[in-house]
């Protein structure tokens, strides 16, 4: 089975740094992505992450440490728009199949 | 511009009333996911197609089914609806290539049952 981790619920300031962190166990791993989703709309793909390391896409970054099983994920200069779910998923197996966390929802207030 | 369309956007279905939706890409994209989202929850992968192959996850009910007659279209199939049934499907696509991993996910159907 997987287990995928990551906090239920933040919040954060305008302007200001959040990372927000998921942790998985599974098998058969091919990466882990981050989507981002609006009340009511699908997710969109934020970042994936194959190999250890730090991916940076404009003001969002995305690190991946498969020996720890873990990932955050980094935003920076947040805007109100910013305030939505947070998902990490799992890819793992052939037709690179994702088992999504529950989500992180993140509040930006002034 | 190439998407992910599903259709209808809302549905409403009564309860035993079986109900299709439907989904169409035009990314030419091999792999088709159906995704069921209920309230405040992550998305659960129901089943997918790579190619003309079709694999189901092993909790999904038998209620649910999955068609797709060429590489555009994907129709999932609810035979007799419950209750519970009530959520947002997403339908999703992704080319298996060598360095292309996202997964493109359509606007979503979400589904009422009365």
């Known amino acids: 089975g997987q287990n995928i981790d990551q906090p239920t619920e933040m919040t954060a300031t305008e302007g200001a740094i959040v990372q927000i962190n998921c942790t998985y166990q599974t098998s058969g791993f091919n990466g882990l992505f981050w989507y981002q989703q609006h009340a009511g709309e699908a997710p969109t793909f934020l970042s994936y992450?194959?190999?250890?390391g730090l991916e940076e896409k404009g003001r969002f970054s995305s690190f991946l440490s498969r020996s720890k099983g873990y990932s955050y994920l980094l935003l920076k200069e947040l805007q109100m728009k910013d305030s939505a779910s947070y998902l990490c998923a799992v890819s793992k197996g052939g037709g690179n199949k994702l088992t999504f966390g529950t989500g992180t929802q993140l509040k930006v207030e002034l | 511009d190439a998407m992910v369309i599903q259709n209808p956007r809302y549905q409403v279905t009564q309860f035993g009333k079986p109900v299709t939706l439907s989904c169409s890409q035009t990314?030419?994209?091999?792999?088709m996911y159906w995704y069921q989202q209920k309230s405040s929850q992550a998305p659960k992968l129901l089943f997918h197609y790579y190619d003309k192959d079709f694999n189901n996850e092993a909790d999904t009910p038998d209620n649910f089914q999955s068609r797709r007659p060429n590489t555009s279209f994907c129709f999932l199939d609810i035979r007799s609806p419950g209750l519970g049934d009530a959520a947002m499907y997403l339908c999703a696509t992704s080319r298996e290539a060598s360095g292309e991993w996202e997964q493109y996910f359509g606007p979503g159907t979400r589904l009422t049952v009365t």
């Open positions: 992450n194959v190999l250890d």
């Open positions: 990314l030419n994209h091999n792999v």
